[in-house]
C-alpha cells in the first residue's frame, strides 16, 4: 500500500512496530498535536486487542530519582511526586 494512502493512524501503529517513541516524538514525526498522538496511540492500543500483538508502554520516569510508579502511564507528569524535580522522562510505546 502506498505511504500517502496510509491513514496517520495506520502509519504511527507502523513506526512503533520499528522503535519506541513518546508522544512528543510522535507529534514531531507526523506534524500534529501532542494530545493527538495520545489519541492515536490510544485507539491502536484498542484495534491490537484481539489480534497476537499488544501496545506496551514504558512508563515516565524522574531523571533525577529513578521514580516511576506514576498513576497515569500515558501522559508525562509534569514533575515527580518523590523528589519533586521537573526532570521526568515521557512514556514511551511500541508495538510487538
Do not use: W, Y
Amino acid at each position: 500500500m502506498r505511504e500517502a494512502s496510509r491513514t496517520t493512524r495506520q502509519r504511527i501503529a507502523d513506526r512503533l512496530r520499528d522503535t519506541p517513541l513518546g508522544a512528543s516524538e510522535l507529534a514531531a514525526e507526523f506534524e500534529i498535536q501532542t494530545s493527538e498522538a495520545l489519541t492515536h496511540v490510544q485507539h491502536i492500543a484498542r484495534s491490537l486487542d484481539g489480534t497476537d500483538e499488544e501496545l506496551l508502554v514504558a512508563p515516565p520516569q524522574c531523571r533525577d530519582c529513578g521514580f516511576e510508579d506514576f498513576d497515569d502511564l500515558l501522559n508525562r507528569p509534569s514533575r515527580c511526586p518523590e523528589c519533586k524535580s521537573e526532570s521526568v522522562a515521557e512514556p514511551t510505546f511500541t508495538i510487538e
